[in-house]
């Protein structure tokens, strides 16, 4: 995900939430799980092949050195890694009751940490963060690819490498995708002064610098905050907790940093020799991430599949809250790979999980993968076009079994549920077409009117226990809620509730759902904590920010109740960047336009991008630049303070399982 630490958090998705430590002490104590619970999950076992332990083999194939298991602390003793966290998940061990046996073993696979090598020349540090990080070994020296979520997990993968084999150069870097899991760390491997003078170059598809920044920043506090339940970083790792997050454990909570690239890739088939080796390149922007890349070293007949394929179904939507991924295009990219390098790939790898080893393996792994992704879409367009709305589809669609039954399809990370209802919003909208759901009542007014309907709050509660002991949690949760929602106030609805999501998580075979259910059902028990929010105004960001996002991000904070009759007009001269800009704000909008001059300017400002990033990071104060020459004014030059003054800032810990 996306789903943002402190140089770019509100940017970015996947691992937006990282950085939350949690010390408030529960009023209510997890409960142990219902007879429903137990039995829900016993079924599962009865139906998937539990007994197959290839993926353990593979997962342990090539094993080098375990992690330190130290952990990982930033300069200010501040806890970025904890290699120990998820040590109660042991191989072989039993799946707890308050666990899904499917998502334990999924976890118990993830929790094989170290340095591995995949074939000769490539070796991967994996569970040092929520991605693999990927070390090739070249003619003069080493590329690194996706160097992990914060700098220092990437400096201590690195390290760990360096430890068993040759200390080489790093000459290149290789960011597979958009997602701040695959290129947050780069500083922890290359410093940007070898970057700018040549001696590393760092790959990246086309798109790249866009999507990275883009993805995030428009709605990044309410991505950010919705992340922060999706990988679980709010709750603490247990048995009743938060056990991984399907894709990887969770994410690293260090220095997030770019690097922008310096070579882009944008067409299939381009070729490049990085370091003595061969790279076939399948640009597959829109899959995944919004820009992606898969690729194939000839000489090691190695398949990157970046997070296009992996041992999990993947999100087609992201439950943070991100554009819907269209799945037709992307079973078509892996059709594509079958069909470019399916006759010669040996060994497929991916910046998450574990390798596929064999010809015939690969194969079949891609082809499964591909038709999953296929029949969602297919399957979803089906069923509407029978006359299923997106809930309906949702609780009817079946996966065949020929799929549903290989574990690298389940849905750890994404689930067929949700990404099937997102195809449905993909291509036919929110709206179902029942007037009925048009314009329904928001959920404070609709739960006030339940409550009335049902005789009350005591006689809805009365009535939500029984179904909780009957084991019908959905039901519990669905129409408690109304009455949380008409009295915040009422904690037996908040218990109650927290109670039936509880078991819905213990039930959940995503790591998203369950860490969604979990983190709802602690929020109601013990409230919205205020612990340390993510900061997007950072150098790296700030920086890389192009200026038309940069205005636009802006827009998105105006407050129009503020500038309601209001009007500004200022022109702006990037001297560095040879370009101008007019703002107009009118009509409660901000408007900009490269290349104009406002003749009738309120305030015509010189400046370089530098000096307005400073201005941003509050380096600088608007005075002081101008005293210094920094920036250059003509006209009254307090109409860029009172713009500047309409922004809205956003409090991050707003409520999510309450009004």
């Known amino acids: 995900m996306t789903r943002?630490?402190?140089?770019?958090?509100?940017?970015?998705?996947?691992?937006?939430?990282?950085?939350?430590?949690?010390?408030?002490?529960?009023?209510?104590?997890?409960?142990?799980?219902?007879?429903?619970?137990?039995?829900?999950?016993?079924?599962?076992?009865?139906?998937?092949?539990?007994?197959?332990?290839?993926?353990?083999?593979?997962?342990?194939?090539?094993?080098?050195?375990?992690?330190?298991?130290?952990?990982?602390?930033?300069?200010?003793?501040?806890?970025?890694?904890?290699?120990?966290?998820y040590g109660f998940i042991k191989e072989g061990a039993t799946a707890p009751e308050t666990v899904n046996p499917s998502l334990w073993r999924q976890s118990q696979l993830i929790n094989i940490s170290g340095l591995?090598?995949?074939?000769?020349?490539?070796?991967?540090?994996?569970?040092?963060?929520?991605?693999?990080?990927?070390?090739?070994?070249?003619?003069?020296?080493?590329?690194?690819f996706d160097p992990l979520v914060s700098s220092e997990t990437a400096k201590a993968a690195l390290d760990l490498y360096f430890q068993h084999r040759p200390k080489k150069p790093v000459v290149a870097v290789v960011y597979t995708h958009s997602h701040v899991d695959h290129f947050g760390g780069v500083r922890g491997v290359v410093n940007e002064?070898?970057?700018?003078?040549?001696?590393?170059?760092?790959?990246?598809?086309a798109g790249f610098m866009e999507a990275a920044i883009a993805e995030n920043v428009m709605a990044g506090t309410a991505m950010a905050r919705r992340a922060s339940y999706m990988y679980g970083n709010l709750l603490p790792p247990s048995p009743t907790g938060q056990v991984g997050a399907g894709l990887g454990t969770t994410t690293s909570s260090g220095s997030v940093t770019l690097i922008p690239p310096t070579d882009i890739i944008g067409k299939t088939g381009e070729?490049?020799?990085?370091?003595?080796?061969t790279y076939v390149f399948l640009y597959a922007p829109g899959s995944e991430a919004p820009a992606e890349f898969l690729f194939y070293i000839k000489e090691k007949k190695a398949l990157n599949s970046a997070e296009d394929s992996a041992h999990t179904l993947h999100n087609t939507y992201s439950l943070r809250g991100a554009k819907i991924r269209e799945p037709l295009p992307w079973s078509k990219y892996l059709n594509q790979a079958i069909s470019m390098w399916g006759s010669d790939v040996q060994v497929m790898y991916g910046m998450h999980h574990w390798p596929v080893f064999g010809n015939k393996e690969v194969n079949e792994h891609l082809a499964q993968q591909r038709d999953m992704y296929r029949y969602i879409n297919d399957e979803t367009l089906r069923m509407a076009n029978k006359g299923l709305t997106?809930?309906?589809?949702?609780e009817q669609f079946k996966m065949p079994k020929s799929i549903a039954s290989n574990f690298s399809n389940r849905g750890y990370y994404g689930s067929v549920n949700h990404n099937v209802?997102?195809?449905?919003?993909?291509?036919?909208?929110?709206?179902?077409?029942?007037?009925?759901?048009?314009?329904?009542?928001?959920?404070?007014?609709?739960?006030?009117?339940?409550?009335?309907?049902?005789?009350?709050?005591?006689?809805?509660?009365?009535?939500?226990?029984?179904?909780?002991?009957?084991?019908?949690?959905r039901w519990v949760a669905q129409v408690v809620n109304n009455l949380v929602f008409a009295d915040p106030?009422?904690?037996?609805?908040?218990?109650?509730?927290?109670?039936?999501?509880?078991?819905?998580?213990?039930?959940?075979?995503?790591?998203?759902?369950?860490n969604f259910y979990l983190t709802g059902a602690k929020e109601l028990r013990e409230g919205v904590k205020k612990l340390p929010a993510p900061d997007a105004s950072t150098p790296d960001t700030m920086r890389a920010m192009p200026l038309d996002l940069f205005f636009d991000y802006l827009a998105m904070r105006l407050n129009s109740e503020k500038t309601d009759g209001k009007k500004i007009g200022l022109n702006l001269d990037f001297t560095d960047l040879k370009k101008k800009y007019a703002l107009e704000m009118e009509n409660g909008v901000l408007n900009h336009t490269e290349g104009r001059v406002l003749k009738s300017a309120d305030a015509s400002f010189s400046l370089t991008r530098?000096?307005?990033?400073?201005?941003?990071?509050?380096?600088?104060?608007?005075?002081?630049?101008?005293?210094?020459?920094?920036?250059?004014?003509?006209?009254?030059?307090?109409?860029?303070?009172?713009?500047?003054?309409?922004?809205?800032?956003?409090?991050?810990?707003?409520?999510?399982?309450?009004?």
Do not use: C
Not at 117 to 141: A, F
Not at 193 to 205: E, L, M, Q, R, T
Not at 447 to 460: E, F, I, Q, S
Not at 613 to 635: F, P, R, Y
């Open 390 to 394: 997106m809930t309906e589809i949702g």
């Open 4 to 85: 943002n630490p402190r140089i770019a958090r509100k940017l970015l998705p996947t691992a937006m939430a990282a950085l939350f430590a949690i010390s408030a002490i529960a009023q209510e104590q997890p409960k142990p799980a219902t007879d429903a619970t137990k039995a829900a999950n016993a079924k599962l076992l009865q139906e998937l092949p539990f007994n197959d332990k290839t993926s353990f083999e593979l997962a342990h194939k090539g094993f080098i050195a375990a992690l330190p298991q130290d952990v990982l602390k930033g300069a200010n003793g501040n806890p970025i890694w904890d290699p120990a966290k």
């Open 116 to 144: 591995f090598k995949v074939t000769d020349g490539i070796y991967q540090v994996r569970n040092y963060d929520l991605s693999n990080m990927t070390i090739v070994e070249g003619k003069s020296g080493i590329t690194v």
């Open 193 to 205: 002064a070898d970057v700018k003078a040549g001696k590393v170059k760092i790959y990246a598809p």
């Open 489 to 514: 106030n009422n904690q037996a609805a908040r218990n109650l509730q927290a109670d039936a999501l509880e078991q819905l998580g213990y039930q959940a075979e995503s790591g998203p759902w369950r």
């Open 271 to 277: 070729t490049r020799v990085i370091d003595g080796l």
């Open 421 to 473: 209802k997102a195809t449905y919003v993909l291509y036919l909208g929110w709206f179902t077409g029942n007037p009925a759901t048009l314009n329904e009542l928001p959920p404070v007014e609709a739960g006030k009117r339940y409550v009335d309907m049902m005789g009350g709050a005591d006689n809805l509660l009365k009535k939500a226990k029984e179904y909780y002991d009957k084991g019908d949690f």
């Open 610 to 659: 530098d000096t307005l990033n400073k201005l941003m990071l509050k380096e600088t104060t608007l005075k002081d630049a101008l005293g210094s020459g920094a920036i250059k004014v003509q006209g009254n030059e307090a109409k860029l303070e009172e713009l500047l003054s309409y922004m809205d800032n956003f409090d991050f810990w707003f409520n999510i399982v309450t009004p």
